[in-house]
């Protein structure tokens, strides 16, 4: 049988988990917590943004409709009250530091890459 990766979990593979617990655990994020850990909650939210839902209902209701493949994520399904619950009780500060790590990983590769761009722009103008 053939395995075949989706866009979405190729994004996730992007994010280190061990990086992603150091910052969780700096921020204490999953103190205390039983079932709906940081990573659940950060899939959960990618997955939001990027299928444009626009209100916490429709966000599990998508991600309710794909149980099957939460186990594929690293992931369990959650309740909606568990996720608003989460959302409000957590430190942005995770988040926010999750994004400062990608950016300065994404300016490294941009500046190896940086040659190679110019030389693909120019031939295009």
Same mark, same amino acid.
């Given at each position: ?7 979405? #979990? ?18 204490? #994020? $999953? ?8 990573? $659940? ?32 994520? #690293? ?17 942005? %500060?995770?988040?926010? $530091?999750?994004?400062? %790590? ?24």
């Amino acid at each position: 049988m053939e395995y075949y990766t989706t866009i979405f #979990g190729q994004m996730i593979h992007l994010i280190s988990r061990l990086d992603f617990k150091s910052i969780v655990n700096k921020h204490h #994020g $999953d103190h205390r917590i039983r079932s709906f850990s940081c990573w $659940d909650q950060f899939v959960f939210l990618l997955f939001s943004q990027l299928s444009k839902r626009e209100s916490l209902h429709e966000t599990m209701i998508s991600v309710n409709s794909m149980q099957s493949k939460l186990c594929h994520l #690293g992931c369990k399904s959650v309740r909606r009250s568990t996720f608003s619950d989460a959302n409000n009780k957590r430190p942005y %500060q995770i988040y926010q $530091d999750l994004f400062y %790590q990608l950016l300065e990983r994404t300016r490294k590769i941009a500046l190896r890459h940086k040659k190679w761009f110019i030389t693909i722009m120019n031939t295009f103008s």
